[in-house]
Every structure is written in C-alpha cells, then in structure tokens.
C-alpha cells in the first residue's frame, strides 16, 4: 500500500489550465476505473471533484476533468480561477478492499 | 442534507486505546459503504479503513492492520474505529466519509469535520 504520486505544486494564472499527475501502478490506478480526486481548502473537509476517472458530482464546474493513461491519472483544471487555490488529491481502488491517497498537490494561481 | 458528525477524539498516551464514532443523518446509512480516512496537522490524506453497507467486506492500511477495528451499527445510523495499542503517529484528525455506493471500492463523496486524535505522554 504504497501512497500514489502526485507533484508538491502546481501553479497557473487566472484563466489558464492546470494537470495535476497522480502515478501509481498497475495494482492501483492501472488496475481499476476507481480514481477520484478531492479539493481540500486549508481547515476544510475535502471536496470530492472527480470519480470514477472522469466522472462530476453534480456542482462541480465542468472546469475540472479528469482522465487516465495506464498507470497514470490527470486531473486537469480549466479556465483557473482564485476559488481554485487549495490542495488536489487523489485516490484509487487498490484491491482487496483497501484504497490509497496521493500525496497532495498545491495549487497556487498566480 | 447528508450530515457526518464525529466523535470521541482526545490526548491519550501511547499504548492506550480510543473509540470514535460518526453519527450520520441525511442519507439512508444502510446503503452505503463508509470509511475512516485522517490527516495528520499539516499533511496529506490517508485512508485508514472501509466497511461495506452491510459489513461483510471490511478492509485496513496496513498501518494500522491489526490494531483498528471498524465497524458499524445501521439500526444507530453510526460508524465506529476501535483503536488500540495507539502510537503518536496515529496523532491526526480523523474523518469519517460516506463511500458513493454500497462497496469499499467506491470513492468518499461526503466527508464529516474531523475529530482530532493526539497520541503523546
């Protein structure tokens, strides 16, 4: 159960987009269509954005979506906005009913 | 409005144990699968355990395999970690979060405020 890898920053200018990587490997994030990814403001609960790879709870602005290629999950921010600003996450199903987080991207706009 | 409200946080020492509990309103409890996930101050997320709807698939971190306990009570809408033989790396907000669907496959889509859990002599 090894945490999956996500870069420390991420950083864009009001309107620009944004990918943030999330690398794990073919037991986790390669293995199944469970990854999801979570905004959390700083003191806040976190936000589910994105799950099932690609898939919006509804609320969520269709800025943000999210793809996948092999091992490797992205979740791309759109049009950024200063709202934006907070910590990206992300998590997958790893089998055996046990899931796995990524370490946590900031995401500064500019 | 789906509503997770945890409990039971506190100092303890290390080797000691804690029970929290989620008390959970707003949604059909029974459907759904729950998980326990925490946040040391100042760090990322960790996923610490799942249960399904009916608790017939439960699953661990390995960090915590054989010292947490989760379970669930859905005649009391609750969620509950028994936590023994703590260590102060166990020190962190714990959050209970409701799964989308009834396995521990599926993501957290609702998330309580934490309950903060310190292990220090």
């Known amino acids: 159960q090894s945490a999956l890898t996500q870069p420390p920053s991420a950083s864009g200018s009001p309107g620009q987009s944004v990918t943030i990587s999330c690398t794990g490997t073919?037991?986790?994030?390669?293995?199944?269509?469970?990854v999801s990814w979570y905004q959390q403001h700083p003191g806040k609960a976190p936000k589910l954005m994105i799950y099932?790879?690609?898939k919006r709870p509804s609320g969520v602005p269709d800025r943000f979506s999210g793809s996948k290629s092999g091992n490797t999950a992205s979740l791309t921010v759109s049009g950024l906005q200063a709202e934006d600003e907070a910590d990206y996450y992300c998590?997958?199903?790893?089998?055996?009913?046990?899931?796995?987080f990524g370490g946590g991207t900031k995401l500064t706009v500019l | 409005e789906v509503q997770l409200v945890e409990s039971g946080g506190g100092l303890v020492q290390p080797g000691t144990s804690l029970r929290l509990s989620c008390a959970a309103s707003?949604?059909?409890?029974?459907?759904?699968?729950m998980h326990w996930v925490r946040q040391a101050p100042g760090k990322g997320l960790e996923w610490v355990s799942g249960?399904?709807?009916?608790?017939?698939?439960?699953g661990y971190a390995d960090s915590v395999k054989g010292r947490f306990t989760i379970s669930r009570d859905n005649a009391k809408n609750s969620l509950y970690l028994q936590m023994n033989s703590l260590r102060a790396e166990d020190t962190a907000f714990y959050y209970c979060a409701k799964a989308r669907g009834y396995s521990v496959s599926d993501a957290p889509d609702y998330w309580g405020q934490g309950t903060l859990v310190t292990v220090s002599s």
């Open positions: 099932e790879i690609t």
């Open positions: 998590s997958s199903y790893a089998g055996s009913n046990n899931l796995v």
């Open positions: 249960i399904s709807w009916n608790s017939g698939y439960i």
């Open positions: 073919s037991s986790d994030v390669g293995g199944y269509n469970y």
């Open positions: 707003g949604f059909t409890f029974e459907d759904y699968a």
